[in-house]
């Protein structure tokens, strides 16, 4: 019995923290209270504090979880540039774009989490490290730390790039900032 309630306890605050992780995307930090959170795990508020200290422990624990979860999808991808390229087209597509709940936390959350505590920003530190780690393993494989600049350039013309399409109310201007930043960070790889 006792197995069975840890077991059961780890699968809910998992659920608790990837439906976390969808709405924090979709509707901010700030914009997602905890029972509106504990709802789409289908929970009522009560068993918030069994699994999380805090908000503020949660949101550490989705920003972790979420980059964890970018770089491994990263290993799906075709090896070297290939696969920086395909990781490119998909990063900047209109379907990305318009379903910001299930895409990438740093487009959807940059500015809130540079206002959160400590530990969500070493949350987000580590994992942005290893993001821009897998893009200079892939420009460079030979020397991967002489790629760095070049991965964090990458790296922030995509998050930018997705952000103000996500802005403009234009669909069309929005699309064509989608197209023009594929072509300049295909320019900027080199």
Partial sequence: MVRYAKEHK???????????????KQDGIDGSGISTLMADAGLTNGAFYAHFASKDDLVTHVVAEELHTQVARYGTLRPGRPGLEDLIREYLSPEHRDHPGLGCPSAA????????????????SDGARAILEEISARLTPEDPRS???????????LVGTLQLSRALSDQKRADEVLELGIENALAFMG
């Fill in 109 to 124: 959350l940059l500015d809130e989490i540079g206002r959160c505590e400590d530990g969500t920003r070493q949350a987000y």
């Fill in 147 to 157: 790629a760095q600049a070049k991965a964090i350039g990458l790296f922030t013309m």
């Fill in 10 to 24: 780890q699968v809910t605050r998992r659920r608790i923290i990837e439906k976390a992780g969808h709405r924090f």
